[in-house]
């Protein structure tokens, strides 16, 4: 039987961000095309048969996005966005987190199922300037295409606008086998897709483009390249796309209406490649796609586009013929049992710009909201009851765990949507059931990741524990020393310390 190409995004259209009254469209750059930058792989310390040493420094400096000023920007063993880590499956990873930044920052490992509060790297998990911190785990879940973010609440929004954002590579022998692409750089390509508005003289304002409801700018930046194109070298090549933006969902597909087959989701490779022509991604999440350009002569051009700009031009050279049929099967994913004589559990997205929450709450860092104990599988009813002018899709995401969709208002989830994942688009109205379990123990955070959403309060946080350590305590981060440390930082009384996202805290008359 022949498999069906999907040809929709699958979401409510009434609720795409195109709606939004703050939506900023974007435009095509009028600047000249320039070579898609590759980020490198970073090298690692040392290597040996079972354990890697890598050192992980988040700096500022300067890169060359638009003909002129340089812009200044962030990121991780680079000038923007960060080299890219690789961490295989089975061995010891040894991190030294450093940061050469003007102000705290923290090192979130997002989908890398570690413990937490610490080495998840969330906001309990500062990292001041010029101190190096260490941790250190053991890689034990699927090949997938994750990433590293920064994440100190409430500026995890801000830092991510500067350019905190690397690809992480978990790899291991399933995937080994498969016949994908993995020549990185060459057919393996990461995709980092995110938007900006630059200001004068070539800078990023990011307090002039706050929004709310999340920060966006008209400019498509892709892997922090502005008009890319790639020189496409062999038949297939497999994109490993993030949409790493602070706010913009992305409608992706090709021109000639070139179908391309998805492989792997958030948390991994799929149980079965999922061929579509069209592709959305909220925030945050992956996908990893194969594009076969076998029906594309060489000279020609493939332009990927979001809606109807463009946003990477595939320049089509000569190629060596590859005719690739993947299985039907690619790998098997677990689908345990519910722990009986579990409840349910709740959690609900309300609001838009400041009057965003989860549980009619605003995050509170010192505050648990929920406990689960490791190892048991849990049903959660995550459900956006936001409906105002068409409401708005919230990008749910949880740390510490990659769980499974059952499904979307009691039917089935989108056909992509089998495999593990961390993030999960929730339209208005809608109820997305999951499965989640915790492998390991910690405070682990939940939250919409239109990050100013998640830096505006739409965050709680969940204890996972061991029989053993049921009330195991752990030292969280309190706003007291937060803005102490910040308004030192920056040379302030803490008085005059404003940070953006605590602004949707100050207008709803709340305390962080
Ligand atoms: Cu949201």
Redesign the pocket.
């Known amino acids: 039987m022949t498999k069906p190409t999907y040809t929709d995004y699958f979401f409510d259209e009434p609720a795409y961000n195109t709606h939004d009254g703050g939506y900023v469209p974007l435009e095509e750059p009028q600047t000249p095309q320039q070579a898609l930058r590759i980020p490198p792989l970073l090298k690692p310390d040392k290597e040996t048969a079972t354990d890697t040493y890598y050192t992980v420094e988040a700096q500022a400096g300067e890169t060359q996005l638009l003909p002129g000023a340089k812009t200044k920007t962030w990121g991780y063993n680079t000038t923007l966005l960060g080299q890219t880590l690789v961490f295989e499956k089975g061995k010891h990873m040894h991190i030294a987190l450093k940061n050469s930044l003007p102000e705290l920052t923290t090192f979130h490992w997002h989908g890398l199922n570690v413990p937490g509060p610490y080495t998840d790297g969330g906001c309990h998990a500062p990292v001041y300037p010029g101190e190096t911190q260490h941790i250190d785990f053991t890689v034990d879940q699927p090949a997938a295409t994750l990433w590293l973010h920064a994440h100190p609440c409430p500026s995890t929004a801000e830092q991510v606008w500067h350019g905190l954002a690397g690809m992480v590579l978990v790899t291991d022998q399933t995937e080994a086998k498969l016949p994908f692409p993995r020549n990185y750089g060459v057919d393996d390509i990461p995709l980092v897709l995110q938007d900006r508005r630059f200001h004068e003289n070539n800078q990023w304002d990011y307090d002039a483009d706050y929004d709310p409801?999340?920060v966006q700018g008209p400019t498509p930046m892709i892997n922090g390249t502005i008009n890319p194109y790639f020189d496409v070298t062999t038949q297939r090549i497999r994109l490993r796309i993030l949409d790493g933006a602070n706010r913009r969902e992305w409608r992706l597909h090709f021109s000639h209406d070139l179908p391309f087959t998805q492989v792997a989701s958030d948390g991994g490779v799929m149980p079965e490649p999922v061929q579509f022509t069209h592709l959305m991604l909220t925030?945050a999440e992956r996908a990893e796609i194969i594009v076969d350009f076998g029906s594309v002569k060489p000279g020609e051009t493939v332009t990927l586009y979001s809606d109807d700009v463009p946003i990477v031009r595939f320049r089509i050279h000569d190629y060596q013929r590859e005719d690739v049929k993947l299985p039907d099967h690619l790998v098997d994913i677990p689908d345990p049992d519910v722990t009986p004589n579990t409840p349910v559990r709740k959690v609900v997205?309300s609001?838009?710009d400041e009057q965003?929450m989860i549980d009619g709450k605003k995050f509170a860092m010192q505050r648990i909201d929920a406990k689960q104990q490791v190892g048991n599988v849990e049903l959660w009813d995550v459900t956006?009851t936001?409906e105002m002018d068409g409401g708005?899709?919230?990008?749910?995401h949880m740390h510490g765990t990659q769980f499974l969709v059952v499904s979307r208002n009691g039917h089935a989830p989108y056909p992509n949507e089998h495999g593990f994942k961390d993030t999960v688009g929730v339209n208005p109205g809608e109820t997305v059931r999951l499965k989640v379990w915790f492998d390991k123990p910690g405070v682990f955070m939940y939250?919409?990741?239109?990050i100013?959403?998640?830096d505006g309060g739409?965050m709680a946080q969940i204890q996972a524990y061991t029989p053993e350590e049921p009330n195991k305590t752990y030292k969280l981060m309190d706003m007291d020393t937060l803005m102490k440390a910040v308004a030192k930082e920056r040379g302030i009384d803490v008085k005059d310390l404003h940070l953006a996202g605590m602004s949707s805290y100050e207008k709803m008359g709340m305390q962080m």
Do not use: K, L
């Not at 708005?392 to 749910?396: E, I, K, Q």
């Not at 939250?447 to 239109?450: R, Y």
């Open positions: 409801d999340g925030c997205m609001g838009m965003v956006n936001n708005m899709v919230h990008p749910y939250h919409c990741h239109i100013e959403h998640e739409m």
